[in-house]
């Protein structure tokens, strides 16, 4: 009886809810003309309400970061990390239409611990530091001219994108073929598990390179890696004299301990050491800096997988510009999880989680995001200069589903029972993704 007294009355509110909606009116007598849709006929109508950030430090400089969005929140009377709270409005005073609980899905890599060693330094980011990120992890590596990261390979593929600078990178496949490449800025390489590699900077512009590698493994960490030095080294001398055909003494030199990151003179060919049985059939290099974007109204998109750069069986990116006001459209990715990296500006994103939870945070140049596939998401671009953000994915092939494009080619009542949209809106939905749309002309 409680039940079926509590349904009734539920109706009879969203009843009256309705009925408390102005109606459409119009009078030659000279009053007011009021329009407004009906109320839905099972929920009330989304809210009006306007959820722009806050506050923009990007674009306004110092401003008071408090929790206080129109009526809703108050000042902080205790301590405060008041820069912090600038950079973040999404979170300190978030937009009403956050809703439920989604893990945190940004990563600054200000954050993460620096290994630092004589010639360059190395900082990571794996579910420890963000555990929604169970299936990609990152690095941020910086290696000063000549220095070395030296030879060694990973369980888990590597993917890298040079910041600044040039990488000259080595390798040998498995049936003995070699690779030497200098990898210049915006440009790729990838070597698959088990491949062994070397990373070193060299003298192009004097200051040697700093890049972004991106592994298919949340769990990875750049502490564990397979390297030569650490290898030898707990291997029995006279083992290793035995392998290699030599005397004892000719291996006096191996080092006792890993040398991870070490400076050296700075390579001065990219020509491989010849080879009997030839250079790899698939190159690991990709000059991605050369490939042409596409324009749309709000920015600009790439994107290099494996149908383009063939070894990247693993591992597809999509390098997206995103001008001030501008947005990355409404999206998601069907099997693919999207790790984010900004490179310049400032965007706000929103992650729908499904079941009515929703999360908004902002992020800046060095951060890192992830959204697991299938979640719905956007960048947003919150400054006044260019937003640059690279979206990585552990797959072979790029793909997205577009919003819009989704409800463009959906039958129009059926769109319109939904959202109850206007003939005239419906039509002007875009059958074609859109990417990047611009700021809205009115």
């Given at each position: 009886?409680?039940?079926?007294?509590?349904?009734?009355?539920?109706?009879?509110?969203?009843?009256?809810?309705?009925?408390?909606?102005?109606?459409?009116?119009?009078?030659?007598?000279?009053?007011?003309?009021?329009?407004?849709?009906a109320a839905s006929s099972t929920v009330p109508l989304a809210s009006d309400d306007p959820n722009g950030i806050a506050w923009n430090a990007t674009v306004d400089g110092d401003t008071d970061a408090q929790p206080i969005r129109g009526s809703l929140g108050a000042q902080i009377m205790g301590p405060q990390n008041v820069p912090l709270q600038q950079l973040n409005p999404d979170a300190v005073a978030p937009p009403t239409t956050d809703a439920g609980?989604?893990?945190?899905?940004?990563?600054?890599?200000?954050?993460?611990?620096?290994?630092?060693q004589t010639g360059g330094w190395a900082r990571q980011q794996n579910v420890n530091a963000m555990p929604i990120a169970k299936t990609m992890a990152g690095v941020n590596m910086r290696l000063e001219?000549?220095?070395?990261?030296?030879?060694?390979?990973?369980?888990?593929?590597?993917w890298g994108y040079v910041i600044k600078g040039t990488t000259q990178i080595t390798s040998v496949d498995?049936?003995?073929?070699?690779?030497?490449?200098?990898?210049?800025?915006?440009?790729?390489?990838?070597?698959?598990?088990?491949?062994?590699?070397?990373?070193?900077?060299?003298?192009?512009?004097?200051?040697?390179?700093?890049?972004?590698?991106?592994?298919?493994?949340?769990?990875?960490?750049?502490?564990?890696?397979?390297?030569?030095?650490?290898?030898?080294?707990?291997?029995?001398?006279?083992?290793?004299?035995?392998?290699?055909?030599?005397?004892?003494?000719?291996?006096?030199?191996?080092?006792?301990?890993?040398?991870?990151?070490?400076?050296?003179d700075s390579p001065t060919s990219d020509e491989a050491v010849s080879d009997p049985q030839g250079q790899v059939e698939v190159?690991?290099?990709?000059?991605?800096?050369?490939?042409?974007?596409?324009?749309?109204?709000?920015?600009?998109?790439?994107?290099?997988?494996?149908?383009?750069?063939?070894?990247?069986?693993?591992?597809?990116?999509?390098?997206?510009?995103?001008?001030?006001?501008?947005?990355?459209?409404?999206?998601?990715?069907?099997?693919?999880?999207?790790?984010?990296?900004?490179?310049?500006?400032?965007?706000?994103?929103?992650?729908?989680?499904?079941?009515g939870n929703s999360y908004t945070l902002d992020f800046e140049a060095g951060d890192v995001s992830f959204a697991p596939a299938t979640f719905g998401h956007y960048i947003e671009n919150i400054g006044n200069t260019t937003l640059k953000v690279l979206e990585i994915f552990n797959t072979d092939v790029f793909q997205d589903v577009s919003l819009s494009q989704w409800l463009a080619l959906t039958p129009p009542a059926l769109v319109k029972a939904h959202l109850g949209l206007d003939d005239e809106t419906i039509s002007k939905l875009n059958k074609t993704k859109q990417v990047v749309v611009g700021r809205p002309s009115s």
């Open positions: 009886m409680n039940k079926l007294f509590f349904s009734v009355f539920c109706a009879l509110l969203l009843s009256s809810a309705g009925n408390a909606a102005p109606a459409a009116s119009s009078s030659s007598s000279g009053t007011s003309t009021v329009s407004a849709v609980s989604v893990p945190n899905f940004k990563w600054p890599f200000s954050m993460s611990h620096n290994r630092m001219a000549g220095a070395i990261r030296e030879l060694h390979w990973h369980s888990s593929a590597e498995n049936n003995g073929r070699n690779y030497v490449a200098n990898v210049g800025p915006g440009d790729l390489w990838y070597f698959p598990p088990g491949i062994p590699h070397s990373l070193q900077g060299t003298s192009s512009d004097g200051e040697g390179t700093e890049f972004l590698l991106v592994f298919p493994d949340g769990s990875f960490s750049e502490d564990d890696t397979f390297l030569l030095t650490d290898w030898l080294a707990h291997v029995p001398k006279e083992v290793v004299a035995k392998n290699f055909q030599t005397a004892i003494s000719a291996w006096d030199n191996v080092p006792s301990k890993e040398l991870y990151i070490f400076p050296s190159p690991f290099s990709y000059q991605f800096s050369a490939v042409a974007p596409t324009q749309y109204s709000g920015g600009t998109a790439k994107i290099a997988d494996s149908t383009t750069f063939k070894i990247a069986q693993q591992v597809a990116v999509a390098e997206v510009t995103i001008e001030p006001g501008a947005m990355r459209e409404l999206h998601w990715h069907p099997t693919q999880d999207e790790w984010g990296y900004y490179l310049e500006g400032t965007g706000r994103v929103t992650l729908f989680a499904s079941s």
